[in-house]
């Protein structure tokens, strides 16, 4: 078996309340070769303090590293992989957990094909506590007999937490957008597919996405997201792999997503957002909404 270093990416940002959580299953990986390079990016809590106390329990080495200025997640990852020393790159947010044989499932794959770029991992999704889950990750033959389409459509949604990337694949398309602070994962992950990288499903969920249950936090999440998400589809309608009425579907429900998210805070923006989707795609539920946000503008 080959033993390659990884190097585990972890942006933070005020994370003492997981961050523990998150080392801990690092540490309990029963593939021992890593390294951790995680970015504080201006944290206000003790989250410096909690990683340097794991620091000190670990013979792995902790890379720690201190951003100036607040830099966002996409940019605090590449300072993360400008950081490390391994070969391949293992995502992981502050928040998520892995099970024990999570980076030695994926590295198996790797052993197994030398031409393997990305390995990913299925998804169960938690709320609050690991214990608590509420949704396992499905995905079929027919998903990944057409990969291209299901990762567009997000048939197959690929979290961050679930990747193995050779950090060859990842300089050659030059990270993550800077300035793209929502749906950055899903642009990575287009730009690597459009590139011709090897992507190769584990068959196995062994990687765990924490949900928050603060309504409040998760509303303001969605909208972001979905602003996220219209960037995404946009940069990327020129993916000729792509059937053209899929990425106008996709554009387009991007589009009224937004529209429906935003609608109790300024409809009239809902109202122009509803109309790019009817500009987009013409349908009798695109009509629909347009009509109904231009009318409650009104009122």
Not at 41 to 65: A, P, R
Not at 187 to 198: E, N, P, S
Request: proline fraction near 2%; hydrophobic fraction near 45%.
């Amino acid at each position: 078996m080959i033993t390659p270093l990884i190097s585990i990416i972890i942006p933070a940002y005020n994370a003492s309340d997981f961050i523990l959580e998150t080392l801990e299953s690092v540490k309990q990986q029963t593939y021992t070769n890593w390294e951790i390079v995680l970015v504080n990016d201006c944290s206000t809590d003790n989250t410096i303090d909690i990683v340097n106390e794991f620091s000190g329990n670990v013979s792995n080495y902790v890379k720690l590293i201190i951003n100036q200025t607040n830099l966002g997640v996409s940019e605090t990852r590449n300072v993360a992989v400008a950081n490390a020393s391994g070969s391949w790159l293992a995502l992981l947010d502050s928040d998520d957990v892995w099970l024990p044989n999570h980076l030695e499932t994926l590295i198996n794959e790797v052993a197994k094909d030398s031409d393997l770029n990305l390995v990913y991992a299925g998804c169960l999704v938690f709320l609050d506590d690991v214990k608590n889950i509420i949704f396992e990750q499905v995905i079929t033959d027919g998903m990944l007999n057409n990969f291209n389409i299901s990762l567009f459509t997000h048939q197959i949604g690929i979290n961050p937490c679930t990747v193995l990337l050779n950090k060859k694949s990842w300089n050659r398309i030059g990270g993550m957008v800077p300035n793209l602070h929502h749906a950055e994962d899903k642009d990575l992950l287009f730009r690597l597919a459009k590139m011709g990288t090897k992507f190769k499903f584990s068959k196995q969920n062994t990687a765990l996405y924490r949900k928050h249950s603060n309504a409040i936090a998760a509303s303001n999440n969605a909208s972001k997201m979905a602003l996220g998400s219209i960037y995404v589809y946009e940069k990327h309608f020129d993916w000729e792999a792509i059937p053209l009425k899929i990425r106008i579907d996709q554009l387009a429900d991007a589009y009224l997503s937004y529209a429906r998210l935003i609608r109790h805070i300024d409809i009239k923006i809902a109202g122009q957002y509803s109309l790019k989707a009817l500009k987009t795609k013409k349908s009798i539920k695109n009509v629909c909404y347009f009509i109904a946000f231009k009318t409650l503008s009104f009122l």
